[in-house]
C-alpha cells in the first residue's frame, strides 16, 4: 500500500487542471517503460495522451485507462488545506484528484509493477490508454486515440476504466455501462414590448412555460434490467433584460436528456421537437451528443472484477449504469468489454476531495487480481 499511496500524493502534487497533465503521463511512462512497456505518445491539440503495450499482440488484451488530468480546485479558501499539497487527515489524503482519479491511476501502475514481476511472460498483453481530455471537451482525448487504434484495427478485448464508481463503501458498485448524455440549446423567439401592452408583444416564457411543463412530466420510458428510465432535466433557464416593465424579446435554456438503450438519438430529437412545435413555440434548438449509450453485459470481464474485489475485500458490487459519462464510452465501440471499477466517489469534483488512505491499497490489489484471473 505505501507505494500505491506514494505514488498518488506524488501525482495529486502535479497540477493538472483540464487540459494540463502537469508531468502526470511521464511519472507513469517512466515506470511503465521500466517494466517493458512500449510507448506511443499521441498528442492531439493541447490534449496529452499515451498508448502502452506489454505483451503478445495475438492473445487477449486487456487495457487500463484513465485520466491524468482534474476539475479546477474552486474557491481555494474553502479547502482544508492546499488542493496541490497532498494531506492525510483522519485516515484519508486530501487534494484534488485524490478520488478522480489519481488514485485509480496509481493503483493501476503498482498492480501491473507487482503482476510483472510475478509474471514476466504472463500470456496476452497488458495495455494503457490515458488521456488529460477526460474532465474537459473530451475531443483530442480518448475519443481521438480510438480513433488512431480503430484505424490500425488495434484490438482491446477487455477494459478497465479507473473512474471511482464506489458509492459508500470501496468496491460497493461495478458500472458494466452508462448511459447516453444528449443536450439541447434552446432558444425561444417572442417579441419584446412594454408589460402593459401584451397584445403588441409575444412572451418567449408564456409561449414555452406549456411545452417546458409536458417535457419535464413526460413518461419516456421504464428504463431496462440494467438502465435507469430515460430523464430529461433544466440546467439553464434565463429570459428578460432586468427592467420589471419589459416582455423580453427571447428566452435561452439548456437542458439534457440521460438516455437508455431502449430510445434512440433520433427518437429523442423529433420527440423534443413534437412537442416545441404542438404548443406553436417558435425556436431554434441546437443539439450536442457527448455519448451514447454503451452496455458490457455480465460475462468474462465484469465476473473477473466482481471476483477480484470478493477475493480482497470479501463483498460482491453491485453492478450498475448509473452516473454521468465515462471516456468507456469512447472504448466500447471497438468492441470491447469495458467496466469501472474504483475508490469511492462521495466527494469528487467537490471542495476537499478525498480518500481513504485504505483504499488505495486496496484498489491496487483488487487490480492485482484481475490481472491474475485474466492473464496470469
Not at 178 to 183: E, N
Not at 312 to 329: A, E, I, N, Q
Request: proline fraction near 6%.
Amino acid at each position: 500500500m505505501a507505494d500505491t499511496l506514494a505514488l498518488t500524493q506524488e501525482l495529486v502534487r502535479r497540477p493538472s487542471v483540464s487540459p494540463e497533465d502537469g508531468g502526470c503521463q511521464e511519472l507513469m511512462i517512466e515506470r511503465l517503460v521500466a517494466r517493458g512497456f512500449s510507448i506511443e505518445r499521441l498528442p492531439f491539440g493541447s490534449v496529452l495522451n499515451f498508448w502502452a503495450v506489454r505483451g503478445t499482440a495475438d492473445a487477449p488484451t486487456l487495457c487500463f485507462a484513465g485520466h491524468t488530468d482534474v476539475v479546477p480546485t474552486g474557491p481555494v479558501e474553502d479547502w482544508h488545506s492546499d488542493p496541490f499539497v497532498p494531506t492525510i487527515r483522519d485516515g484519508a489524503l486530501y487534494g484534488r484528484g485524490a478520488a478522480d482519479m489519481k488514485s485509480g491511476l496509481a493503483a493501476m501502475i503498482t498492480a501491473t509493477e507487482a503482476f510483472v514481476d510475478s509474471h514476466p511472460r504472463h500470456r496476452g498483453r497488458i495495455a494503457y490508454l490515458i488521456t488529460s481530455d477526460e474532465e474537459g471537451p473530451s475531443v483530442d482525448g480518448t475519443r481521438r486515440v480510438v480513433e488512431h487504434l480503430k484505424a490500425r484495427r488495434e484490438r482491446i478485448d477487455w477494459c478497465l476504466v479507473g473512474e471511482p464508481s464506489s458509492e459508500q463503501e470501496f468496491g460497493d458498485t461495478l458500472k458494466i455501462g452508462r448511459r447516453g448524455s444528449l443536450s439541447g440549446r434552446l432558444a425561444v423567439h417572442g417579441v419584446q414590448g412594454h408589460i402593459a401592452y401584451p397584445h403588441l408583444a409575444e412572451n418567449p416564457v408564456h409561449r414555452l412555460a406549456p411545452a417546458l411543463a409536458e417535457l419535464c412530466a413526460r413518461h419516456w420510458d421504464d428504463g431496462t434490467e440494467h438502465f435507469e428510465p430515460t430523464s430529461f432535466q433544466i440546467s439553464n433557464l434565463n429570459a428578460g433584460t432586468g427592467a420589471p416593465n419589459m416582455i423580453p424579446g427571447e428566452l435561452k435554456a439548456r437542458f439534457n436528456l440521460r438516455w437508455s438503450p431502449v430510445q434512440t438519438l433520433e427518437g429523442l430529437q423529433r420527440a423534443v421537437a413534437e412537442i416545441l412545435d404542438r404548443h406553436r413555440v417558435r425556436y431554434t434548438l441546437d443539439w450536442f451528443v457527448s455519448g451514447l449509450p454503451f452496455l458490457t453485459p455480465p460475462g468474462e470481464l465484469s465476473e473477473a472484477v466482481a471476483a477480484a474485489v470478493a477475493d480482497v475485500v470479501h463483498r460482491r458490487p453491485k453492478l450498475s449504469t448509473g452516473g454521468g459519462t465515462s471516456d468507456g464510452r469512447f472504448i466500447a465501440p471497438l468492441g470491447a468489454q469495458v467496466v469501472e471499477l474504483g475508490v469511492v466517489n462521495r466527494t469528487i469534483h467537490m471542495v476537499n476531495e478525498h480518500v481513504r488512505v485504505e483504499d488505495i491499497g486496496t484498489l491496487s490489489d483488487t487490480y492485482g487480481r484481475v490481472l491474475e484471473r485474466l492473464l496470469g
